[in-house]
């Protein structure tokens, strides 16, 4: 089951966090009980409660990308809740999270929410997974915070500097939407196969857009705001992030997708600068690699979170 968690980020923000397990058991065998930590010393229920404590799994906290949301990790989280407590946030100004417009939409901000959701969540020390901006975010929390991460995953996010240039086609991109959509069936084609932006159609491209689209009077709109995006994306496309990069002390995977907008030399250059880094590549992958090879995605992520952040034996 998926079941929603409201934290506090920086500013008051509210945050949407869904975890992806079973709820803990109440009564004597849970922590929620009359047995649970407060009721130490009263019996064998609560040195069970105890040990149950101990015995927690390891935490992953999986942060998507510019646009994205919680549940487009849906899958990832799934076969993670297997091992960890996977819990997976709409950061701001996305999902069911806050979307205020005039609040803070820099590096700083996301940061401080990533960090104060694995502290309210009681989730450290953790494993990252970021997608893109999500992996910035990631990777600058476990540098800024190396207490608190275990483990780090980047899929698909440069560290090099991307430009003025970069920042205005963006934003010319965001004005050819052809919003609102008539139906979804609109929106998998335009962002599928339409879209001028694509080299070659991508269906699953398609998907993870119609994920992030809500239905009004008038047709199907983003849940975001393109304009909060934009500003949210100009944080960083100016600066390089080579510096954080290499004061991330954990050990570090970089996936990319052969067709997706990490490049293999950059990629091999992070993992170089990075003291732990790891290198994987996904074929037939685009930005988009745990949508677009769900199975080959997990095929390199699990045994890099088995060796790095292995669960307490039964």
Same mark, same amino acid.
């Given at each position: 089951?998926?079941?929603?968690?409201?934290?506090?980020?920086? #500013?008051?923000?509210?945050?949407?966090?869904?975890? =992806?397990? #079973?709820?803990? $058991?109440?009564?004597?065998?849970?922590?929620?009980?009359?047995?649970?930590?407060?009721? @130490?010393?009263?019996?064998?229920?609560?040195?069970?409660?105890?040990?149950?404590?101990?015995? $927690?799994?390891?935490?992953?906290?999986?942060?998507?990308? &510019?646009?994205?949301?919680?549940?487009?990790? @849906?899958?990832?989280?799934?076969?993670?809740?297997?091992?960890?407590?996977?819990?997976?946030?709409?950061?701001?100004?996305?999902?069911?999270?806050?979307?205020?417009?005039? @609040?803070?939409?820099?590096?700083?901000?996301?940061?401080? #929410?990533? *960090?104060?959701?694995?502290?309210?969540?009681?989730?450290?020390?953790?494993?990252?997974?970021?997608?893109?901006?999500?992996?910035?975010?990631?990777?600058?929390?476990?540098?800024?915070?190396?207490?608190?991460?275990?483990?780090?995953?980047?899929?698909?996010?440069?560290?090099?500097?991307?430009?003025?240039?970069?920042?205005? *086609?963006?934003?010319?991109?965001?004005?050819?939407?052809?919003?609102?959509?008539?139906?979804?069936?609109?929106?998998? $084609?335009? =962002?599928?196969?339409?879209?001028?932006?694509?080299?070659?159609?991508?269906?699953?491209?398609?998907?993870?857009?119609?994920?992030?689209?809500?239905?009004?009077?008038?047709?199907?709109?983003?849940? =975001?705001?393109?304009?909060?995006?934009?500003?949210?994306?100009?944080?960083?496309?100016?600066?390089?992030?080579?510096?954080? &990069?290499?004061?991330?002390?954990?050990?570090? &995977?970089?996936?990319?997708?052969?067709?997706?907008?990490?490049?293999?030399?950059?990629?091999?250059?992070?993992?170089?600068?990075?003291?732990?880094?790891?290198?994987?590549?996904?074929?037939?992958?685009?930005? &988009?690699?745990?949508?677009?090879?769900? *199975?080959?995605?997990?095929?390199?992520?699990?045994?890099?979170?088995?060796?790095?952040?292995?669960?307490?034996?039964?």
């Amino acid at each position: 089951m998926v079941r929603r968690i409201d934290v506090t980020g920086a #500013d008051g923000i509210r945050l949407a966090a869904w975890e =992806f397990a #079973d709820p803990p $058991k109440a009564g004597p065998e849970g922590l929620g009980g009359p047995a649970g930590p407060g009721a @130490a010393g009263r019996g064998p229920g609560a040195a069970r409660a105890v040990e149950a404590q101990r015995r $927690k799994p390891p935490g992953v906290l999986l942060l998507h990308g &510019l646009m994205g949301r919680a549940s487009h990790w @849906a899958g990832t989280a799934r076969w993670l809740a297997d091992r960890y407590r996977a819990v997976a946030l709409d950061q701001r100004g996305h999902g069911r999270s806050d979307k205020p417009g005039g @609040a803070r939409y820099d590096r700083e901000a996301f940061v401080a #929410d990533a *960090e104060a959701a694995l502290e309210q969540l009681d989730l450290a020390p953790v494993a990252l997974i970021g997608h893109a901006m999500g992996a910035l975010t990631a990777w600058q929390l476990a540098a800024k915070r190396p207490d608190l991460v275990q483990a780090l995953v980047i899929s698909d996010m440069r560290a090099s500097a991307l430009g003025e240039q970069s920042q205005r *086609e963006w934003e010319q991109w965001f004005d050819s939407w052809p919003v609102p959509f008539a139906t979804l069936a609109d929106v998998r $084609k335009w =962002f599928g196969e339409d879209d001028p932006s694509l080299e070659r159609s991508r269906p699953s491209r398609g998907e993870y857009f119609a994920e992030v689209m809500a239905e009004g009077e008038d047709g199907w709109r983003p849940v =975001f705001s393109t304009r909060v995006m934009a500003r949210a994306r100009e944080t960083w496309v100016h600066d390089a992030h080579w510096d954080e &990069l290499a004061q991330v002390r954990c050990p570090t &995977l970089v996936v990319r997708g052969l067709d997706g907008e990490l490049g293999r030399a950059e990629a091999q250059e992070m993992v170089r600068v990075l003291p732990r880094g790891i290198y994987a590549e996904v074929t037939e992958a685009g930005h &988009l690699i745990h949508y677009d090879q769900p *199975e080959e995605w997990r095929r390199v992520v699990e045994p890099f979170l088995r060796a790095t952040l292995p669960t307490t034996a039964a």
